[in-house]
C-alpha cells in the first residue's frame, strides 16, 4: 500500500503561479505510475497530467497545455506540479494518483489517491 498526501494549494490571483507537491510514504520503493487529476464543484473528475516513474514521458490534459509542468524526485518520493498562467477555470480540488501497473487519463485507472488540496484562483 502507498499513501499519497498533497500539499502547496491555496488562494492566487489570475495569471499567477503555485506548485503543488504529493509525497509518498509506503511502498515507495515500487515503480509507480503517477498523475494528477481535478474536479470542481458539479463537475467531474477530470485529468491534468501523468508521468512515468523515471520523468522520461510526461502527457497533459488540453486545458492545462503550455501552463502547467509535472516532475517528480524519486529520492524525495515526491511528483510535482508547477502550475503557471492561472485561470479562475483552474479552480478546483487537486488529487494526486498513482498505480504500479500502467495507467492512462482516466480515474478509474488508478487504485491510490490523496485526500486532495484546493487551489482557487480569483479574476
Known amino acids: 500500500q502507498v499513501q499519497l498526501v498533497e500539499s502547496g494549494g491555496g488562494l492566487v490571483q489570475a495569471g499567477g503561479s503555485l506548485r503543488l507537491s504529493c509525497a509518498a510514504s509506503?511502498?515507495?520503493?515500487?515503480?509507480?505510475?503517477t498523475a494528477w487529476f481535478r474536479q470542481a464543484p458539479g463537475k467531474e473528475r477530470e485529468f491534468v497530467a501523468r508521468?512515468?516513474?523515471?520523468?522520461?514521458?510526461?502527457y497533459y490534459g488540453d486545458s492545462v497545455k503550455g501552463r502547467f509542468t509535472i516532475s517528480k524526485d524519486n529520492a524525495k518520493n515526491t511528483v510535482y506540479l508547477q502550475m503557471n498562467s492561472l485561470k479562475p477555470e483552474d479552480t478546483a480540488v487537486y488529487y494526486c494518483?498513482?498505480?504500479?501497473?500502467?495507467?492512462?487519463?482516466?480515474?478509474?485507472?488508478?487504485?491510490?489517491w490523496g485526500q486532495g488540496t484546493q487551489v482557487t484562483v480569483s479574476s
Open positions: 508521468i512515468s516513474w523515471s520523468g522520461g514521458s510526461t
Open positions: 494518483a498513482a498505480d504500479t501497473v500502467y495507467s492512462g487519463s482516466r480515474d478509474y485507472e488508478y487504485d491510490y
Open positions: 509506503g511502498r515507495t520503493f515500487r515503480r509507480y505510475i
